[in-house]
């Protein structure tokens, strides 16, 4: 089984190689057939030479680069669309959730047979204006909805290869 972590670049240069680290790290816990996608979404800052840096030593690491900045969606998008795993763990490299989540993701992808497992946060982090605005912008996004999404709900998700070829139909 193939696994890819796939992250997006954007002002992340203080992060880059602890975020490499412990992503390898957390990936060769469940097995040695892995890659780590890079994908730099026109970062202003070092994030891409210390991507390419790293990439030279590791032959596991790619790094897609973007010829300007198109927004963490569309960079998100590219990774998938360059991942090659059966697995994908779509996770920022900012270090604010643990790529060691990977564990955790796949063994509940196990226990479930689920195609995706994503996850969210008990409690908004930020301060009290970001937890507010927050906390309003889910009411009105689910009072909108038929099916509401859950609250507080964060980028970091394990797919199948299967699900990740039906999201990139769409091209959005």
């Known amino acids: 089984m193939k696994l890819s972590i796939v992250t997006t670049l954007y002002k992340s240069g203080a992060y880059v190689q602890e975020f490499h680290r412990r ?30 840096a790293l990439a030279h030593t590791d032959s596991q690491l790619r790094v897609v680069e ?9 960079a998100m998008m590219t990774g998938l669309d360059h991942a090659r ?6 996770i920022d490299s900012d270090l604010e959730e643990d790529p060691e989540l990977l564990q955790k993701f796949f063994d509940k992808m196990h226990a479930s047979d689920a195609d995706v497992v994503y996850g969210f946060q008990d409690q908004r982090k930020g301060n009290f204006g970001e937890q507010f605005s927050g906390d309003i912008a889910y009411r009105l996004f689910n009072a909108l909805l038929s099916h509401p999404i859950p609250r507080n709900h964060i980028t970091v998700r394990l797919m199948k290869r ?9 091209r959005e």
């Open 66 to 74: 973007l010829s300007r900045n198109f927004g963490h969606h569309k």
């Open 162 to 170: 299967e699900y990740i070829n039906s999201l990139l139909l769409h």
């Open 23 to 52: 992503a390898s790290e957390a990936a060769r816990r469940i097995t040695d057939d892995y890659e780590i996608v890079m994908v730099d979404d026109g970062s202003p800052d070092s994030s891409l030479d210390i991507a390419c």
């Open 85 to 90: 795993g059966e697995l994908c763990f779509l």
